[in-house]
Every structure is written in structure tokens, then in C-alpha cells.
């Protein structure tokens, strides 16, 4: 069998979401090729729901399966494992599909390029982590129907050129994948949650050796999916949790998001989505705000520094991007940083209060006068020479705060110890901080 289509509907009881789930069932029904297989995952579906399903003419062509609690976006698991085709459709019930070409398209495309594990439609991005490259959603406004969507067609339609760009992941709603991939790389992780599970099994595929690609298909968006986000209690937890997962899972693999030059991604990228979950960073932060001027020694990709940036008026990074500092230290690998620098750049770049000085941190500290700056937080080379230098070469720029990361080291902790003793905070992820005002220090 050629082609599995998997379809994922949840209706709460709300009329609204009936009427759209069964239009979008129509929908694949009326322009599914013929021999494909139809699954049709109801998660937690009402009596009502289900009336109107067994009324479609041709549902008989369907496999029905049932949940009887909402599973959320991992629902698609069921009919991911089942599905006998060689390629699988996963649709939401909040996408119609327009035209046949849906399904055609990205046939034709994986028949071609048997590198790429998964593809799905062009259209405005969706909560990037600002880490990654690219992530799509779907696209399309359908503005007839005047539903709402994330671009207007034309941002797709007629643009050739976007049709197989690769991207880092696209998630839910649409999407087409390999079956074979899905087999070697296993389903969606149910410990994840909305769109993450998509994400993570991209990234996975990515580490697998393929590629994600996006493609110019007529589907639209009604963009009013329920499934994954209805009567969740504990929501912005349970997303954060995922957030964090990922990060800590995909952020240091940089190897994956190398497959493809920035020029090859859309210009829709904004760079806009999700904090990272740097949450102590943010705690730290807060602890000694208000902050005017701060550098950061050691920004690789700018997570951190963006979360400083909004404590900070001003954030002046150092790092001179030269791999190779610390033996011990899998980020100094020349080709992390090189990709490093590249996400540093989009990361940063809507914010007007970051200021890079690509330099080593003790030839940059002759730029600052004594006392010039509020805190001043070390996170670059980890080695105890490294970091007893770059105590000597900055601690005179402050008598604020100064602190860092990655106290688990023991270069870290020798050195710190060494001029300054113990430090007077320390915070989850292995910051650790000095107020310096409180105490004085013979260096
Ligand atoms: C652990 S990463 C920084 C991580 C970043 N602060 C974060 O939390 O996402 C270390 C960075 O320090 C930089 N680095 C290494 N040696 C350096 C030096 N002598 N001066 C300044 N930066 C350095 C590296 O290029 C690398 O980007």
C-alpha cells in the first residue's frame, strides 16, 4: 500500500468543533486518492460526533479508531502504528484539504528524495524555539471562508522556490511522513506535549541521517485545533516541561541543525516563540536587577543572553567563536561553533540592547575602565586557567556582581575559590553569583 492518511479529531461537545471535524473528514474523503488507507482517531469523541460520522457517505472507506480519554497530538501514535502504507498523512481537524494535490504533491516529493523522512506545507512558522532554525506549521488563510490561518496563500502559492527547503521541524496539523523512518526511529513520545512530540521526532529523524522538507501543498488552516490544547488542566506547566525536554535534548546536538545554509531557509523566519527554559537565568536575574550595563563571557548560541537582555539595559557578549579552548569541552568543537555563531545572530538580532564583541574575554576586558559595569557573568572556557585569568582580567570592572556557570567543574570551582572563596549564591543549573558590595576581595 502506497498511501496511509491519519486523521485526528477531538469535538469537547462543541458544535464548532463537530462541524469542523467532520468538514475536514470530508474533506480528505472527497480528494484522498483512491486505494488510499483512511484512519480516523477520535479522541475522547461525543455521541454527536460520532452521529455525523456515520452519516458521511463513503466513511465506510474509513478505519475508525476510538479513544475514550483525550490523548492529545500523541493520538496520531495509534494511527502511525498502524497505518500499512509506505507513506503516512497525519492531518488535525483543524486543516481542509483543498484539492487532491495535497496528497499527490508529497507522494511525488518523498518518491524523489529518499533522504527526506517527512514533508509538510510551506506557511508561517510556529513557536520556534529560538535555538532552532526553522519550524513550520501550516499555512494558508482560506480567504473566501475567511478562516484564519498563519500566512495568506500567496506566501506559498506561486513561490516554487520554497518547495523543498529544508527545515529543522514542521509540526502537526499536515504532514507526510515516511513510514520506514517512523519504523527505524520509533513514534511520537508521549511524555511530550502539543506540538513538541512533532518536533522531537523531526530532530530524531534529523539524527537518523534524513531531512524535513517543506513543499507547496493547497491545504488550509482554520487554525481552531482543539486536540492538543482543550481542557488541559496545568497548561503552561505542562508545555514548559516539554520545552525544557526538548531543549535539553536537541539544543548541544548542533550536528542536526547543519544540514542546510540559512539562505536556503524562508524569509518568514522572525526568530520570535518560546523562552528558552533557562529559568535560573531568569532567577539570577532577578535577584540582582536592576541591571544597566552587564557583559556575558561566553554567549555560543545566545540563549542565555537573551534572557539577560530583557533584565539588562545593556549586554555586551564576548566570545571570540574559536573552537578548540578546552579538550574537555564537547562545545569548543570548531563546527558547533561555527553553527553557533550563525543561531547567535538570528537569535539576537531583534534585540537592540545586545551588543557582540568577538574577542577572547582577557584581551576584551582592556575596553572596560574600572567599575564600569554591573555584573558580570562567566561562561566560556571552563579550565582552571581559563577561569582564574578571566577572574583577574574582569573583577575589577564591577563592584556589583559578579558570578557564572557551570560550578560542577573543577577548574571552575578552583579557580573562583582561589580569589574570590565561596560564592554567596548558587542556583540549579550551576550558576553560581557574588555580590560584591557585601564583601570586599584582595586581588
Ligand atoms: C558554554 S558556552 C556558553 C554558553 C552560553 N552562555 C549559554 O548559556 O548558552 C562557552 C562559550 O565560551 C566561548 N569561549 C571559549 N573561550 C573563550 C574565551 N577565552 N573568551 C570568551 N569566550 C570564550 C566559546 O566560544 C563558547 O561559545
Redesign the pocket.
Known sequence: MKISIVGLYCDFNDPHLIEMGISNIESILKFAPQESEIIIITNDASEKFVEKLNELSSIEKAIIVSTNRNLGNNAKNIGYEIAQGEYVFSIDHDVMIRNGRAFTKCVDFLDLHKKTAMVGPAGGNLSLPRWSDTQWGVGAWDKEKNIFGYDDPADFDGKEELDGTRVDTISGMFSCWRKKVLREIGLLDWSLVFQHSDSDLCFRAKEAGYDIRIVRVPVSHVNKGACSHGKINNLQKINEDSVRTIYERWHSKSHIFENYSPQETSPHFTGSGYELP?QNIRDLCKHISPIKKMV??????????IVFAEYAEEVIT?????GG??SN?E??EERK?RI?ERIFEKTTKNFTNIRQIKN???E?AFLFAEKSLDFIYL????TYD?VYN?IKAWLSKTTNFFGG??WNRNGVRRAVREILGEPMFFFEDGSWLFDLRRRCYLI
Open positions: 533557562r556575558e563571557i561566553g554567549s555560543f548560541a545566545g540563549a542565555s543572553t564576548v566570545d571570540p567563536y574559536i579552548y578546552d569541552d562545545l569548543s561553533l553557533a577572547l574575554s582577557v576584551a561562561d566560556g572556557c571552563h581559563c578571566d556557570h557551570d
